[in-house]
């Protein structure tokens, strides 16, 4: 079993910064894919990226060359850089792992994009 836990939400202004962190714990080396989707109040759950136990990267096409999704396998730890950030990107960001055909997510972390 793994759980996963986010930090590093919060407001930002249009053009700033922001750093997610995703920690995992748990059975962490069946994890084959962690990876961040967000939520905005009346929209479905998209994927902003993910990356897989091998380190490859898939981006969704509006974040791309603004959002960086990295991990430190000491750590158990996968990070979201977000620089350039929009009004739009604004939602609640959750982490999760996928164990097999298994999801965990964590319990999610807000993001405001607003001056």
């Known amino acids: 079993q793994v759980q996963v836990v986010e930090s590093g939400g919060g407001l930002v202004q249009p053009g700033g910064s922001l750093r997610l962190s995703c920690a995992a714990s748990?059975?962490?080396?069946?994890?084959?894919?962690m990876g961040w989707h967000r939520q905005a109040p009346g929209k479905q759950r998209d994927l902003v990226a993910h990356?897989?136990?091998?380190?490859?990267?898939t981006y969704a096409d509006s974040v791309k060359g603004r959002f960086t999704i990295s991990r430190d396998n000491a750590k158990n730890t996968v990070y979201l850089q977000m620089d350039s950030l929009k009004p739009e990107d604004t939602a609640v960001y959750y982490c999760?792992?996928?164990?097999?055909?298994?999801?965990?997510w964590g319990q999610g972390t807000q993001v405001t994009v607003s001056s």
């Open positions: 999760k792992a996928v164990i097999g055909l298994s999801v965990t």
């Open positions: 748990g059975s962490i080396r069946s994890i084959r894919l």
């Open positions: 990356i897989t136990s091998s380190g490859a990267t």
